[in-house]
């Protein structure tokens, strides 16, 4: 409907083709659509239909059985088809039901001889043969070939031998991976199978997956007030839609981050903003002391901003270094040597820059310590950066920059997590200044709720890239493929 207004022009056109032999009806047919009919003598078919395609005017044809027709009877007999379509509909789906009922079980089950088959035959290259024996190889998990020499002793006997091959690391790339964890990482580990299959030899970073996403989601939302809605929800799409694998799924991820925001939510003394603690007066002070520090609980984020964005930095430095650290202990596991030296040198770098920086500020009262510790460490700083170039190239420099970038990335749990907990505040601050009850919680429910979706998606994508872009970038390979066991289709595992 927009090209409405082209119709006069579009008419102008098509008199002058026409030889003003020519009329157009236009009708609006819903909020987008005009439609309209161009009736126009037949011996200037061939120019009119040339001037609409070059013009890009969309032209609705006849079917060819009704071309020829009169216009007033090609109508009604497109009235009457319109009418009996319904139940046109109705048979072709009952037909089809029929033809489901009559076929689907016997298709189906040619469909799964015929993928057996395919299957077997792709299998025979893993078999050898000669007049008096035969070897078959094969791949599967250490902890199943103790059941497996069972199985073929009690069919054989002795006339089979089993032989365990060890796996060379050149072969690592096409080994298949066989990943098995307890029931509540599992859902982690789903997860972790959109970046891919951790290569065989490496370490599986579903665990962590497992710990650093619910403990980061937690550290960012930080409310009880939240974190109850949240668990409530996922309690209740879990216990609702109990049989959906994807309910499932999200919920089993979504519990223990829920969780952990009513934990920090205790943490940080916030249930809706400061709500219970400047309002209701509910929350109270506790203080203890570990190691000679003295520790005070509830710690008020927007208060202590410069004091949380240090511990910010402190996860992120943990977290970068222990990713650094898996790294190494992947290379040393997979005989890697240019890793090796890349990820130990970032490392080695890291840590000696750190030790420079903390002596420098807590080593006044050392005297020439403090200076000879800093020139140790300066230089290890530097041996370590020529061993990331000497492992990765020009890329082992870049990475030990963007490393250090990383760290600085994890001030995001502070930034984002302040400011939904100011936002909180501002809302408190605002139903506050209103003298209506009811207008008070109406307001306060509407932007409550606002701030609560924000804080269920917007630190849902900070959690997962500080763990799949900051950490999993330092140690996680992918693999080939995941071991999957030759077995018939739809059946149990077979050998």
């Not at 109850?228 to 209740?236: A, F, H, P, R, S």
């Amino acid at each position: 409907r927009r090209y409405k207004g082209a119709l006069e022009q579009l008419k102008d056109e098509l008199s002058k083709l026409t030889k003003r032999q020519c009329e157009i009806v236009s009708t609006d047919v819903d909020e987008d659509t005009t439609a309209a009919i161009v009736v126009f003598n037949k011996a200037y078919s061939e120019p009119v239909h040339k001037f609409l395609a070059m013009e890009n005017v969309n032209q609705i044809r006849l079917p060819s059985d009704l071309e020829d027709m009169p216009f007033d009877q090609a109508y009604e007999e497109i009235r009457h088809r319109r009418q009996e379509l319904p139940s046109d509909l109705d048979s072709v789906r009952t037909e089809l039901e029929l033809m489901s009922v009559k076929w689907y079980l016997k298709l189906a089950t040619v469909r799964d001889v015929l993928t057996d088959k395919i299957d077997e035959i792709s299998a025979i290259p893993k078999f050898g043969q000669t007049d008096y024996a035969f070897v078959i190889t094969g791949w599967l998990p250490a902890s199943e070939m103790s059941d497996l020499k069972k199985e073929i002793a009690s069919s054989l006997g002795t006339d089979a031998i089993v032989n365990q091959l060890e796996i060379d690391e050149k072969e690592f790339d096409q080994t298949p991976v066989a990943i098995k964890n307890i029931k509540a990482v599992e859902p982690f580990q789903q997860l972790l199978g959109v970046y891919g299959t951790p290569k065989y030899g490496t370490l599986d970073p579903s665990w962590f997956l497992f710990f650093f996403y619910p403990l980061f989601f937690g550290m960012i939302v930080g409310d009880v007030g939240y974190g109850l809605i949240m668990l409530g929800i996922v309690l209740y799409l879990r216990f609702r839609y109990r049989d959906n694998d994807n309910i499932r799924l999200a919920t089993s991820i979504l519990g223990p981050a829920a969780t952990m925001v009513i934990v920090f939510g205790f943490v940080y003394g916030e249930f809706f903003g400061d709500l219970m603690s400047r309002y209701l007066g509910w929350v109270q002070v506790i203080s203890f002391t570990v190691g000679g520090i003295t520790v005070s609980l509830p710690f008020h984020r927007t208060e202590l901003v410069t004091v949380f964005m240090y511990f910010a930095l402190a996860v992120g430095v943990i977290h970068v270094l222990l990713g650094l650290t898996l790294g190494l202990i992947n290379a040393i596991r997979t005989k890697h040597r240019k890793h090796m030296y890349e990820k130990g040198g970032i490392l080695t770098f890291l840590v000696a820059i750190g030790l420079v920086v903390v002596i420098a500020i807590v080593g006044d009262n050392w005297g020439s310590w403090s200076i000879w510790g800093q020139a140790i460490f300066a230089v290890l700083a530097l041996l370590g950066f020529i061993f990331a170039i000497r492992g990765g190239g020009v890329m082992g420099a870049v990475d030990t920059v963007e490393s250090v970038a990383h760290m600085a990335s994890y001030i995001r749990i502070m930034a984002v997590g302040l400011a939904g907990a100011i936002f909180a505040d501002a809302v408190n601050s605002i139903v506050a200044g209103i003298g209506m009850v009811v207008l008070a919680a109406i307001v306060g429910i509407l932007l409550h709720s606002l701030n609560f979706m924000i804080c269920a998606f917007s630190p849902t994508i900070h959690a997962l890239r500080l763990n799949f872009l900051e950490f999993f970038g330092k140690f996680y390979e992918t693999g080939s493929e995941e071991y999957r066991p030759f077995q018939k289709t739809g059946g149990e595992k077979g050998a």
